[in-house]
């Protein structure tokens, strides 16, 4: 069929060397599968195409959940972090989420040099163009000029470069991002294989000549005195850090913007998908939030010798007179030069309910999505699905049953249930699909979903799935010994009657500040992070004693599957509703069916009933 064509042979395909596809590749290759990592150019590896920062709410959670199945992500960050904060500090451990800012172009070093490095794994720079599929089940990748990777596994992490249409005012140009090309031929061959592909729309904002800027019109803002570092495998962040500053738009500002929405993509009709909600251009902030008279701006340094400035909360299309006065305008930033305008770009992705709970697809096997594609936003959410990518497309290879985190076990189990159960719009409120972004809120479980448990959680199962190696693992046994000893001598040692373990159970409870003081702790030469891990543990053991039992239930619900050829048509007292929706879901098992907007309970008592004679049968 490849008409004696020479085939390279490789066992997988990652298409796409951004977030997604570096941890998918990385995965795949450790578990000893031969892979192939396609990029345009290698050069651009990881490159951070918005803000280069890692981590945040929720975000936060994802990269140490990579960094605990053993991705590539948090030690890229520890390596090339200029700027590290745990946010809400204030708050419980449970909404906790490390954030640091990082050198782009350090991070994409470290990357480059960690793919190389990694045996089974060889990048090539090509444009993949079509998947070669056979019976239904993947073959291979063609590239542009002909030549062909033969696979058992394709997984396509191609980011925003499938069909790219950047915006600037009127002017459009395509690509993937700023200075690369778009690919084109991908999409028409998903289309062909069966996949339903749409539009979505993201942007960036300026990026200023930081010698340029008046710092003393700007508030300040410094990183944590005693950095957290984002992978387990690190103690502590070392270097010194870099501040970033804030400022804030104004009503002349968004008077600028306000007299030129009728030269705006967005409201021209130019732009037709829908942009990111949580993350909305500085003409949409205006217009949605009329009644602010100002909006902040973070100046963020993209690197750490602190040459280009990141306007983070300024993203937009306007065009580039209209920016040059925006900028004007600004605060601090009144001379600034601007090295690149900020731009919208549009760009092709599947629909992920159109996927497996693997994130391969329904129609082709074989072929798997990851990242953006999937219509998520951010450089976390990508790396969650691509470390899963990987793992899968090698156990799919291999011939064994996927890996698939639960709703209580990760953010990345969180996310990927929402993307293949609940899809990108919202139905009948008249909310169009928009990127998919993680938040706390959307974790039932976040109790336990914490940033500081995630080895906890996960390691164990990176260890079964072969992407943990000895060194990490023998590291993660020590904590978890340590942290059962320090829970031990908690709960059989006491006070006024009292164990150090409900002590500390306690609201307001002091234990939990003198606690590194103890004769018995400073001589056990505990680590800093498993003394929190204990005090931790203790405050939050009633609360998740009542999440357990709530997580027992949706396990029961997720462990009965649904057969992929049910005839949801034929069962009798199902709602219509029902009906439509979970043909076009093909849910995989009960839990997920339970978890599809507008089923409601009784429909699942109907489908619950229906299987029972269908497995008798």
Not at 519 to 543: H, L, M, Q
């Amino acid at each position: 069929m490849f008409n004696d064509v020479k085939i390279n042979r490789f066992d997988c395909v990652v298409i796409g060397a951004g977030h997604a596809g570096i941890e998918a590749a990385h995965a795949a290759a450790k578990i000893g599968v031969k892979t192939s990592l396609i990029t345009i150019d290698k050069s651009k590896i990881a490159a951070m195409s918005c803000n280069p920062a890692i981590g945040g709410l929720a975000k936060g959670q994802i990269v140490r959940e990579v960094d605990a199945l053993g991705g590539l992500m948090g030690l890229a960050t520890d390596a090339t972090g200029i700027q590290f904060r745990m946010l809400n500090l204030s708050k419980g451990a449970a909404v906790q989420s490390p954030r640091a800012q990082v050198d782009k172009y350090g991070y994409q070093r470290f990357m480059i040099d960690a793919l190389e490095q990694t045996a089974n794994l060889t990048i090539v720079e090509q444009i993949a163009v079509e998947i070669i599929t056979e019976k239904g089940r993947v073959t291979g990748v063609r590239c542009k000029d002909g030549s062909i990777y033969g696979a058992g596994a394709v997984v396509i992490a191609t980011g925003t470069f499938l069909r790219g249409l950047m915006h600037i005012g009127s002017e459009q140009f395509t690509g993937g991002r700023r200075g690369e090309p778009s690919a084109e031929g991908l999409s028409a061959c998903l289309e062909r294989l069966g996949l339903v592909v749409k539009r979505l729309k993201t942007g960036t904002p300026a990026r200023l000549d930081a010698t340029t800027i008046d710092y003393e019109k700007l508030e300040v803002q410094r990183g944590d005195s005693e950095p957290t570092p984002f992978s387990f495998m690190n103690d502590r962040i070392d270097r010194p850090q870099i501040p970033c500053w804030i400022t804030y738009t104004n009503e002349k500002i968004h008077k600028v913007i306000r007299d030129n929405l009728d030269r705006a993509p967005l409201y021209t009709g130019q732009i037709k998908s829908a942009g990111p909600r949580y993350c909305p251009s500085i003409e949409t902030k205006i217009i949605r939030f009329a009644d602010k008279t100002r909006h902040q701006v973070f100046l963020e340094p993209e690197e750490r010798e602190q040459k280009v400035i990141y306007c983070n909360g300024i993203s937009t299309s306007l065009p580039k007179d209209v920016q040059d006065e925006m900028i004007r305008n600004l605060p601090g930033c009144e001379k600034a030069r601007i090295l690149h305008y900020g731009y919208a770009i549009e760009y092709d992705y599947c629909p992920p309910v159109q996927l497996k709970n693997n994130l391969e697809t329904k129609k082709v096997a074989g072929l798997f999505l990851a990242g953006q594609i999937n219509g998520t936003s951010g450089y976390e959410e990508a790396a969650g699905q691509g470390i899963m990518v990987g793992i899968n497309a090698a156990r799919f290879l291999q011939g064994a049953e996927p890996i698939v985190l639960a709703r209580d076990q990760a953010y990345i189990g969180v996310m990927i249930d929402d993307l293949l159960t609940k899809g990108l719009g919202v139905e009948g409120a008249g909310i169009p699909d928009e990127p998919y972004r993680m938040f706390t809120s959307r974790a039932e479980f976040r109790l336990n979903l914490r940033s500081d448990n995630a080895d906890r959680r996960l390691t164990a199962i990176g260890k079964s799935a072969g992407v943990v190696d000895d060194k990490r693992w023998e590291r993660y046994q020590r904590k978890v010994n340590d942290i059962e000893q320090l829970t031990e001598y908690l709960k059989t040692n006491e006070s006024n009657g009292v164990s150090f373990w409900e002590q500390l159970r306690r609201p307001g409870n002091l234990l939990s500040q003198t606690l590194y003081d103890d004769p018995y702790v400073k001589n056990s030469d505990f680590s800093k992070e498993v003394i929190e891990a204990a005090i931790i543990d203790a405050k939050y053991v009633g609360y998740l004693a009542k999440q357990e039992r709530l997580a027992a239930g949706l396990q029961t619900l997720d462990k009965k599957q649904i057969p992929a050829e049910l005839d949801y048509a034929g069962i009798t007292h199902l709602r219509h509703e029902a009906k439509e929706k979970l043909s076009a879901f093909r849910p995989q098992t009960l839990g997920q069916a339970n978890r599809i907007s507008g089923i409601t309970p009784a429909d699942i008592i109907v489908l619950q009933v229906h299987l029972k004679k269908y497995y008798d049968k």
